[in-house]
């Protein structure tokens, strides 16, 4: 299915089953993260939190306690999410093949 895929074109992908390893989870998290309306919440979620950066003086130097970003893109079974196809995200997309559903949007 991969192949038969063009560059730019849209493609939704569903979480078929969890993978066991944590670097097929983190792969597929990371495909996930390219969906625009996810990546437009982190990036959203990312000027909130440098807006409320907390700055303080220890040691006559400016430090910062930074907040943890929140996981927008969860991997669980049925999750769905559409993005453009691009050739760099093909190899990617290979490897976690087994645990996804791919096809055209």
């Not at 493609?11 to 390893?21: A, D, M, N, Q, Y």
């Not at 998290?29 to 959203?44: D, I, T």
């Not at 970003?69 to 993005?83: D, E, L």
Request: glycine share 4%.
């Amino acid at each position: 299915m991969i192949e038969s895929l063009k560059p730019g074109q849209n493609i939704k992908c569903t979480v078929s089953s969890l993978p066991r390893k944590r670097d097929s989870i983190d792969t597929i998290e990371r495909l996930m993260r390219r969906n625009p309306v996810v990546a437009r919440g982190l990036k959203k979620a990312h000027n909130q939190r440098q807006q409320t950066l907390n700055v303080y003086i220890r040691g006559n130097r400016d430090w910062t306690s930074r907040v943890k970003c929140g996981k927008i893109a969860r991997v669980v079974a049925g999750a769905s999410w559409v993005m453009p196809f691009d050739l760099s995200i093909s190899k990617d997309l290979a490897s976690v093949a087994a645990n996804l559903k791919i096809e055209n949007a």
